[in-house]
């Protein structure tokens, strides 16, 4: 395992870290306004909610699954959020009814995809559309946005520059990894996205451990939505469109092969971090979007790449089979 | 445990106390020299706010300052929240805005004008509190019933129509359709009927597909009226097209050049829209005389904005840039924007 | 023979990281001639195949054919130098039909694009060469593995190469199938092509060759003509030293039922299946390939679901379609396809023999490396597994080592009762001898082991008795003392019935 | 064996392969009775959704998400995916509608051809990223979706080209008819069929099947996959360039942002067509017929007064209704034919073997 994960650090890991390293050096020293506590602690708490949801994306996506309705389910969440604070009850009541939608969301997502044995990707590109409908249902075209400041600033402090969101995600990320890593349920998890047939065989409850890392990533996903809900003190139902790719890239820019069975925890936070601060030290340098974009395509195209590079030269000397892609 | 009756009443209390604590405007003090201004639009790349944003960055050089425009390339508001706590990073001396949602933005507003940056919002308000000036391009309410006013000319104040708007939560759309709403309440428009609001989510696809849903649905339609450029563009295309054009009659707020063939080929008679030049350049002036002090965002204030001449601050902070351009065959040619 | 050889190796050598899989091993083969190559686990046989047929390129020495020197960059090369192979392992295209697998990159073109039905014809006679009935237009997936080997065949058969390269083509195959196998293989030499045959059934090698070159550790050992030598030569040219009793069943008291399977039934695949297993006895499940042995084993471990009957393990009655239920009874399954079912090919050896058994190497709510290392150790040790490091991926290792690595992987777990399908599939004569030993001392131990396979000898000399499937039925039970080669295959081909 | 096993034995598999090659057609079977039930239901309600006029539209709305979805399956089957092709889409939109507000003496067969070249170029980035670097398709598209968007972005500037600045005989393309059929429609129906006779005929065809149901065995069995794998991107880029011209003449007003998003409709229609999103299997008239229905719903749902704020989630339910029934009738066969004692091992109620599983 230690040579394993020498390994891995070799390859992926190692690369990212030496990247998101090598970023940071280079904003503190040619950015204006990027090392200091206050634009730390604001790129910290702006990767949150990918952060949050990148952890049990990692893990679906390691046993080979897909969820892309995460950020739907989020915007449902906040819907709930909103309309039963409308309604009337008290946060600390609805805080944990918006976890159980989530969950809800997760199962039905989980149930299609066990039960009935269709594709991941097929399902959540359904429950995309229908939880994001949902939430349009529920809270239409209201902003709801009188939500109590003891919470809405509780979700943008921060102690020194490290804001309570981040040792939120801090503690979450140390319980996904050591599951991931170190428990016997991380082992099924790996081997069955590895090959599911075998997992099976080897009695590890392949329906099981599906279906509820669909239910994780759902509540994870409502977590994030009542982070995103406090930070900005807005409940919408369009509260996070488009954030499943931004996740779902940086999940793979960490070095998880979307084929599954492949994939450590510290490298996509890593990534999470790298893309933060490449963003920020971007829009500081007053970098366009358009660049920024750009860069953001060749980041992830080149970590990949890179490795890769190394392999292909090799191939070029040695003709050899390979079997699935390299990731 | 904390509900939201709770937090109304808490901010009704604290609302009372915190009122009259700005300091005094100098009306005469000069504008400053070498004032850093910020556009974040809604979304950059959008001819829109590239128009509005040129506009007031020029305003920025004639009186002696710096403007540039930034911003997210996905109409969110979450990534416009990213640029506002950046540009307070870079010490800009004013943030000029147009909000994605209205509330999202408002923490990180408060935050930069507690670190002296001044803000201005444009084209999409922020709640009061997230802003010092609101620029309004035109009276939602008088947008709104001029539309509804436009097109009964058009239809003889008799029929069917619907409206295509932007997605069903874009918050200027909604404000202008309820007026519309309350417009058509008016005894000279009781033989037209609102029969439908459509949303084409300011997507070609969606809209397109909506126009012919509403022409399908209501074969009998007079007219339709989509307050959003995406929008007017995809039904004027699908109308210039069908055995309709001409027939259903089709208005709504839209840029000259988006739509002159449209005009001229009979598929549009008339529509409206501000210059979105003016109000960047508007906007522009308006930071800079909070930024050098002139005004504070009172209502009452007075400042001048170069070739606009003098603007008056009006209730809850708005500045009005004046009543919508309305474009038909016969002027349409003079524009180009 | 002073002909050239079509295809030879010359001195070549090739390793894999630190490990040296083939050095310095010369090759000729001869039109006309079927040579074997014979070697333990590991020994190279497989890399050279991948040599000869362009998938490795050598570190140095070189490929003659026809006498001179070739480079082949990929198989698509040597594919156009004649050599067609049969891979030790399938490599079919699971969506596609049988007859687009045998003829993918050269189906037959008619006016309008591929012409399907000279492809059926084609695949059809090619079955009928091999007397295999199989409907070209099935789709692959779902074929047995020995059904898949056929397809192979029929596939090298069909590009007609002057070199056909065998790697364990009947490993997978039983008897009938073998025999109609080296009728065309005996067929094509006399057409004068070139055979490379590799096989650890000892018996086949001197049934069919004329030749064979024996690996050691990657190393060439010696090159006889098989009139010369003797099974017992060949053995200690392959392992180096002398080898014990290749059977040593020990006879054993059958304790009391372990396993009880009442009318199993799961419809379309086998009926009406009830039989016993007891502690201490060594049951063979024996049968025509596709007779439904594995679909029972597959049923019993709750892999498949069963739709009449039971099954009870120590008097408790199994959960259908659980594995996990079954395990907890204390039942195992060494799977007949070791890379699907067996093996995840991309963890580490230690990691896959810990893998059924996670329960066992827990501290608290986390696995103790340590202790899963201990364990994998242990038993790569029992097995004697050849492998550089335990946390190298199980896909690097040779077949017959990963055969062990699943065996590993569920005597670890000390069950009582033990399911093995085909265990010495791919598996040297050696190392069968010890996985032999192995289950004879499980046995004694008194653990109820029920051993499928599609071997005569090893069933005739391991099994206390024998249950014959038929067609999805079991057609008899016949007792150590009767199990003769000719009354299993009597109830094998439902010729009788007990 | 004796003779009498052999007959029987030979009967059974007859019997099995009629079954197989209807559970082939089911395949698309299960999408076309949705289609129906589609169609069925909402002309019953509004007979105007059945009009000529409206199938017409449909046929128009469904005809560039059909040609994109296409192309998709070409590289869907090599068990890749590209999530780029939106943003290929903007990019050749824009570039088309720029030279012809520009430079007004190009010809518009040569503009159309250039976006088809610059769609293939971008699929070519792809094609080696994937098929020579080894990058895992869904990596580099999602890159690529960024980075062509970025360039389609810096190209742009903001700037706006309208319809009013291309010329008439362009935009007509996207709105004439021939024989009642709307252009753009027949365009896609010829690449539909095209590449689905070029899928099921040529032998490059067969072998991207093959390469995406067992990559290594492709390998082995002599298929150059890289080569082929590069074609497939690239064919889906030139598709993907061909739609962008197609966008720009329908819709006639194009900026940089044109078709963002649309990848996800597009991977959505390959996937309820019963395209395995993991490569081996499926068709592009499968792909085709889910562009449909997807197109289907949308415009249904707007003839059928339904609430604007419910519509994004019937869309949903919608969907998944229809990916549900598909599978629904695959198992219903599936246990139709183990029961008919045919050799089955993909029990359905358990975990497809391997990961080369067609879940659909
Ligand atoms: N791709 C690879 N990477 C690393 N090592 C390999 C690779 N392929 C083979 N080896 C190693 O090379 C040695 C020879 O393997 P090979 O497959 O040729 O054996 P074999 O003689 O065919 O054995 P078997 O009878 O078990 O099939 C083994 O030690 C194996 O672990
Ligand atoms: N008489 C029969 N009628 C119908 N199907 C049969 C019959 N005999 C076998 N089959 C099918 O053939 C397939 C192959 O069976 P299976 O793999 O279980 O055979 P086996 O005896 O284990 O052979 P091997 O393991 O050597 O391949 C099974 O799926 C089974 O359904
Ligand atoms: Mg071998
Ligand atoms: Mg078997």
Redesign the interface.
């Known amino acids: 395992m230690a040579a394993d994960l020498a390994r891995m650090a070799r390859r992926w890991e190692g690369l990212i870290l030496v990247l998101l390293v090598g970023v940071s050096v280079w904003a503190s020293l040619g950015v204006d306004g990027f090392a200091n506590g206050s634009n730390v602690s604001f790129l910290l708490l702006d990767t949150t909610e990918i952060a949050l949801m990148a952890l049990t994306m990692t893990l679906v996506i390691v046993a080979a699954e897909i969820d892309l309705s995460v950020a739907s389910t989020l915007g449902l969440s906040c819907a709930v959020l909103g309309w039963l604070w409308n309604a009337g009850l008290p946060i600390e009541a609805i805080m944990p009814i918006c976890l159980l939608v989530g969950a809800a969301c997760g199962a039905f997502n989980g149930l299609l995809v066990t039960r009935l044995g269709l594709p991941s990707l097929a399902v959540t590109i359904g429950t995309f559309a229908l939880f994001r409908g949902l939430a349009y249902v529920m809270l239409g075209d209201q902003a709801v946005a009188d939500l109590p400041p003891a919470y809405t600033s509780l979700a943008t402090a921060s102690i020194g520059p490290i804001p309570l969101a981040s040792v939120l995600v801090a503690v979450l990320a140390v319980v996904a990894a050591t599951l991931l890593h170190a428990t016997g349920l991380g082992r099924s998890i790996v081997a069955l996205g590895s090959n599911v047939e075998a997992a099976w065989f080897a009695g590890v409850r392949v329906k099981r451990i599906k279906f509820w890392l669909f239910v994780a990533s759902g509540v994870m996903a409502s977590l994030a939505s009542l982070v995103y809900t406090f930070r900005y003190a807005s409940a919408r139902a369009d509260n996070g469109v488009g954030l499943e790719l931004a996740v779902v890239a940086a999940v793979l820019l960490g070095g998880v092969s979307i084929f599954g069975g492949r994939g450590t925890l510290p490298g996509v936070l890593m990534a999470v971090l790298l893309l933060g601060v490449v963003r920020n030290a971007l829009i500081l340098a007053d970098v366009a979007n358009e660049v920024l974009n750009f860069v953001t395509g060749l980041l992830l195209v080149a970590s990949v790449l890179a490795p890769n590079l190394g392999a292909v030269w090799r191939r070029r000397t040695s003709p050899q089979v390979e079997g699935k892609p390299a990731s | 445990?904390?509900?939201?009756?709770?937090?109304?009443q808490?901010?009704s209390a604290s609302a009372t106390a915190a009122a009259s604590s700005a300091p005094a405007a100098d009306p005469n003090a000069p504008l400053k020299q070498g004032l850093k201004i910020a556009f974040l639009p809604k979304?950059?790349?959008?001819?829109y706010?590239?128009i509005a944003d040129k506009g007031g960055i020029e305003a920025a050089k004639e009186f002696g300052g710096e403007g540039?425009e930034?911003?997210?390339?996905?109409a969110?508001?979450?990534s416009q929240?990213?640029?506002i706590?950046?540009l307070m990073?870079?010490?800009q001396d004013a943030i000029v805005i147009s909000a994605n949602?209205?509330?999202?933005?408002?923490?990180a507003l408060k935050q930069a004008m507690a670190a002296g940056v001044k803000v201005v919002s444009y084209d999409s308000d922020t709640?009061p509190e997230g802003r010092h000036v609101f620029v309004n391009q035109a009276g939602a309410e008088d947008l709104g019933r001029t539309e509804v006013q436009l097109l009964a000319e058009q239809i003889g104040h008799k029929g069917k129509i619907a409206v295509l708007s932007a997605?069903?939560?874009?918050?200027n759309q909604?404000t202008w359709i309820d007026f519309m709403k309350d417009e058509l309440k008016k005894p000279e428009y009781k033989d037209m009927e609102l029969v439908?609001?459509?949303?084409g989510n300011d997507d070609?696809?969606?809209s397109?597909?909506?126009t012919?849903?509403?022409l399908?649905?209501y074969?009998d339609l007079a007219g339709i009226i989509s307050p959003t450029t995406?929008g007017i563009?995809?039904a004027a295309?699908y109308l210039s097209?069908s055995p309709s054009k001409g027939k259903v009659k089709l208005t709504g707020l839209g840029t000259p050049?988006?739509?002159?063939?449209?005009v001229?080929d009979g598929t549009i008679e008339a529509f409206e829209l501000w210059n979105p030049a003016d109000l960047g350049y508007l906007a522009s002036y308006a930071a800079a005389a909070l930024a050098s002090g002139q005004v504070t965002g009172a209502e009452g204030e007075k400042f001048k904005a170069g070739k606009l001449g003098e603007y008056t601050i009006g209730a809850k902070g708005e500045v009005l840039l004046g009543k919508p351009t309305v474009f038909n065959k016969d002027n349409i040619d003079k524009f180009n924007f | 023979m002073n002909e050239t050889p079509v295809l030879s190796l010359s001195q070549v050598s090739k390793a894999f990281g630190a490990v040296r899989a083939v050095r310095e091993v010369s090759l000729a083969l001869f039109p006309g001639e079927v040579h074997a190559l014979a070697g333990e686990n590991g020994a190279g046989k497989s890399t050279i195949v991948k040599i000869l047929s362009g998938v490795h390129r050598p570190d140095s020495g070189r490929i003659l054919l026809d006498g001179e020197p070739v480079e082949f960059g990929g198989p698509a090369d040597a594919q156009r130098a004649g050599v067609a192979v049969i891979y030790q392992e399938p490599t079919l295209f699971p969506d596609l039909s049988v007859m687009e697998n045998i003829f993918m990159g050269r189906q037959p073109r008619g006016r309008l694009g591929i012409d399907r039905r000279a492809m059926r014809a084609g695949a059809a006679e090619l079955f009928g060469r091999l007397g295999v009935h199989l409907d070209p237009d099935q789709p692959a997936r779902g074929l047995s593995i020995a059904d898949q080997q056929l397809v192979e065949i029929a596939k090298a058969l069909s590009r007609q190469a002057r070199v056909l390269v065998m790697d364990e083509p009947t490993a997978a195959l039983s008897g009938t199938e073998v025999a109609r196998l080296f009728g065309v293989a005996r067929t094509l030499r006399s057409q004068g092509c070139a055979l490379l045959f590799i096989s650890h059934r000892l018996e086949e090698i001197f049934e069919l060759c004329r030749r064979v070159t024996t690996l050691r550790d990657g190393a060439y050992v010696a090159e006889d003509l098989i009139a010369d030598i003797t099974p017992d030569d060949l053995v200690r040219r392959m392992v180096g030293r002398e080898l014990e009793a290749l059977f040593p069943k020990q006879e054993t008291e059958a304790g009391e039922v372990a396993l009880k399977v009442r009318r199993l039934t799961r419809e379309g695949v086998f009926t009406d299946v009830s039989f016993d297993v007891r502690r201490g006895e060594i049951v063979a499940l024996a049968g025509l390939v596709g007779a439904g042995r594995s679909e029972v084993a597959r049923a019993v471990f709750g892999i498949d679901r069963w739709d009449a009957g039971s099954v009870e393990v120590d008097g408790r009655r199994l959960r259908p379609a659980s594995p996990t239920a079954a395990m907890a009874a204390g039942l195992a399954l060494v799977p007949e396809d070791r890379r699907q079912q067996g093996l995840v090919m991309d963890l580490s050896i230690e990691r896959n023999i810990g893998l059924a058994g996670l329960a066992d190497v827990r501290r608290g709510p986390l696995v103790s490396r340590a202790a899963e290392r201990e364990r994998a150790r242990d038993w790569a040790v029992r097995l004697r597994l050849k492998f550089a490091r335990l946390t190298d991926a199980v896909s690097v290792l040779s077949g017959g080592n990963q055969q062990k690595v699943v065996l590993a992987k569920w005597l670890a777990r000390r069950p009582s009762v033990l399911i093995v399908d085909e265990p010495t599939r791919g598996i040297d004569v050696g190392t069968k001898a010890e996985v032999h030993r192995l289950l004879s001392e499980l046995a004694a131990s008194g653990v109820a082991v029920l051993m499928i396979s599609s071997e005569l000898p090893e069933v005739l000399g391991m099994a206390d008795r024998v249950l014959v499937m038929h067609e999805g039925r079991l057609a008899a039970e016949i007792p150590r003392a009767d199990a003769t080669e000719e009354s299993v295959m009597a109830a094998a081909t439902g010729r009788s019935r007990a | 064996m004796t003779a009498t096993a052999t007959r029987t034995e030979a009967v059974r598999r007859n019997g099995g392969r009629r079954l197989v090659d209807r559970v082939a057609r089911v395949r698309e079977l299960g999408i076309v009775v949705a289609l129906g039930l589609l169609f069925g239901v909402t002309g019953a309600v509004n007979p105007s959704f059945l009009t000529t006029a409206s199938l017409r539209d449909i046929l128009l709305n469904s005809a560039i998400v059909a040609m994109l979805a296409v192309g998709q399956t070409l590289v869907v089957v090599t068990r890749n995916v590209d999530l780029s092709v939106s943003s290929v889409v903007g990019l050749s939109a824009f570039g088309g509608a720029l030279v012809l507000a520009d430079h007004p003496g190009v010809p518009i067969p040569a503009v159309i051809a250039g976006c088809v070249v610059l769609g293939a170029l971008c699929g070519a980035v792809n094609g080696l990223l994937v098929g020579a670097a080894k990058v895992p398709a869904l990596v580099a598209t999602l890159g690529t979706l960024y980075a062509f968007r970025g360039i389609d972005f810096a190209w742009a500037g903001g700037r706006q080209v309208n319809a009013a600045d291309m010329p008439e005989g362009f935009l007509s393309l996207g709105t004439r008819s021939v024989l009642g059929v709307p252009l753009l429609a027949l365009v896609a129906l010829v690449v539909l069929l095209v590449v689905g006779w070029m899928l099921g005929n040529l032998r490059a065809g067969r072998e991207l099947y093959a390469i995406g149901s067992n990559p290594e065995a492709a390998v082995l069995a002599g298929i150059r996959v890289r080569r082929r794998i590069v074609a497939a991107f690239v064919a889906n880029g030139a598709l993907a360039g061909l739609a962008g011209v197609m966008w720009a003449a329908r819709f006639g007003t194009v900026d940089a942002t044109v078709a963002t998003g649309k990848e996800l409709d597009v991977i959505a229609a390959v996937v309820v067509g019963g395209v395995a999103i993991f490569g081996g299997s499926g068709t592009v008239y499968g792909a085709a017929l889910g562009a449909l229905l997807l197109t289907g719903i949308t415009s249904a749902l707007a003839v059928l007064r339904v609430d604007a704020l419910a519509q994004t989630a019937i869309n949903g339910a919608l969907l998944l209704a229809a990916i549900v029934l598909d599978r629904v009738l695959a198992l219903r066969v599936a246990a139709a034919l183990r029961r008919r004692r045919f050799h089955e091992t993909t029990d359905p109620v358990e975990p497809a073997p391997g990961r080369t599983a067609d879940g659909s």
Do not use: I, M, W
């Open positions: 445990g904390t509900t939201k009756s709770d937090v109304a808490q901010s979304q950059v790349n959008n001819p706010f590239t540039k930034v911003g997210p390339s996905d969110s508001a979450s929240v990213s640029y706590n950046t990073q870079q010490k949602d209205p509330n999202a933005v408002v923490p709640a997605t069903p939560n874009a918050t909604n439908k609001v459509a949303y070609d696809d969606k397109f597909a909506e012919q849903g509403l399908r649905s074969p995406v563009a995809a295309r097209d050049n988006q739509l002159r063939k449209f001229k």
